[in-house]
C-alpha cells in the first residue's frame, strides 16, 4: 500500500489515504494478459481498486467504472450500427441490452482472470465478493476506461461545445 499523499483527506480526516498498489511487474503481467502497454499503469491500477479497499472513493476505480460503461456502450453501439443496417433503434437498443449485461461483463472478467487483481477489502474478500459478478463486472468497465484514457487519442474539437 502506498500513501496517496497530503492534502488528499479520507473520510475519517486523515492527511493520507492509503491506495492498494501492484508492483509494476505484476500489472506487466495483466497487460500482457490484456495485450495493452499502459503509459500510465497508475490508471490500470485504480481500475483494480474496489471501493471496499480505500478509504475515499475518489481513488477506488468507481469513476473509471462510469467512464468504462459509456464507452463499452458506445462501441457496441457503433458494431451494431455497422453489423445490422436494417435495424430500427428498438431493435438495437434490444441486442445492445442483451449483449452488454452483468453476466456478460462477469464472464469477460473470468476470462482474463481479472479477479487475481482486483484489491477488495479483507472483510469483501471473506464473504465472496472476488466471485460476485457485479464486482467483476464493474472492474471490467474499469478497465475499459482505463484503457480509454491511457491509449484513445482527444476526441475532436468538435465534442468540446457539446
Avoid: C
Wanted: charged residues 20%.
Amino acid at each position: 500500500m502506498i500513501s496517496a499523499g497530503k492534502g488528499q483527506a479520507g473520510a475519517g480526516g486523515e492527511d493520507a489515504v492509503q491506495v492498494p498498489q501492484h508492483g509494476k511487474e505484476r500489472l506487466a503481467e495483466l497487460e500482457s494478459l490484456l495485450g495493452v502497454k499502459f503509459n500510465d499503469q497508475a490508471l490500470l491500477n485504480q481500475a483494480l481498486v474496489h471501493r471496499s479497499a480505500v478509504l475515499d472513493n475518489i481513488f477506488s476505480n468507481q469513476r473509471l467504472e462510469f467512464l468504462g460503461d459509456s464507452i463499452l456502450g458506445m462501441v457496441v453501439a457503433e458494431r451494431l450500427f455497422a453489423a445490422i443496417p436494417s435495424a430500427n433503434e428498438g431493435g438495437l437498443s434490444e441486442i445492445r441490452k442483451r449483449v452488454i449485461n452483468t453476466r456478460a461483463l462477469a464472464a469477460a472478467a473470468r476470462a482474463m482472470r481479472l479477479g487475481e487483481w482486483i484489491h477488495v477489502a479483507d472483510y469483501e474478500s471473506k464473504r465472496g465478493g472476488l466471485s460476485q459478478e457485479a464486482l467483476l463486472a464493474d472492474a471490467v468497465e474499469s478497465v475499459i476506461a482505463a484503457v480509454y484514457l491511457d491509449q484513445v487519442a482527444p476526441p475532436s474539437p468538435f465534442f468540446k461545445n457539446v
